[in-house]
């Protein structure tokens, strides 16, 4: 499946590998976000990418950035998109989910519940909410177990062309 998709195993695969049950719950959660009603493939991959650049986990933000950039994502929309995730290439509801996750992880006493009424008013509910903030508060889990086991950060994928 891995290599079909990304033209490699990621690394935090081959790490969840040495745990047969854990690697069978990532697999699963890897399909159930793939068929995700309301979480498109572009919006978790905004939230994967800016998650790990948050948690300075370079693996996940060399492999996300790999993705946006086929999405079409410049140099110049990235950073803009770094700085203010409003800024997205997202619809408009997606923009304001990727601004709630990242704002979440970085600071979770400030969202609100006006932030969560917005979101319903853009059609979310409170299960998307949480699977969406579940996206990116996922990446610190592989970013500490890849350091603690000195796994590489570089991403052979991220390097080839869009």
């Known amino acids: 499946m891995f290599m079909k998709n990304v ?15 854990l690697f069978e719950l990532q697999l699963k959660r890897i399909q159930y976000f793939s068929k995700h009603p309301k979480l498109s493939f572009a919006l978790l991959v905004h939230i994967r990418y800016l998650a790990s650049k948050t948690l300075d986990y370079g693996y996940c933000m060399d492999l996300n950035l790999h993705f946006l950039k086929k999405l079409g994502y410049d140099d110049e929309a990235l950073r803009m998109m770094e700085e203010d995730p409003g800024k997205s290439m997202l619809e408009e509801n997606e923009s304001t989910m990727l601004d709630f996750v990242i704002r979440a992880i970085k600071k979770p006493d400030s969202i609100t519940p006006e932030d969560m009424a917005e979101l319903k008013e853009q059609g979310y509910e409170e299960q998307d909410m949480l699977e969406a903030l579940a ?10 177990m890849m350091q603690v086991f000195r796994i590489d950060q570089n991403c052979e994928v991220a390097y080839t062309s869009p």
């Open 7 to 21: 033209g490699t195993i990621p690394q935090p695969m081959r790490l969840m590998s040495l745990s047969p049950a």
């Open 135 to 144: 996206q990116g508060v996922g990446m610190i889990d592989h970013a500490i």
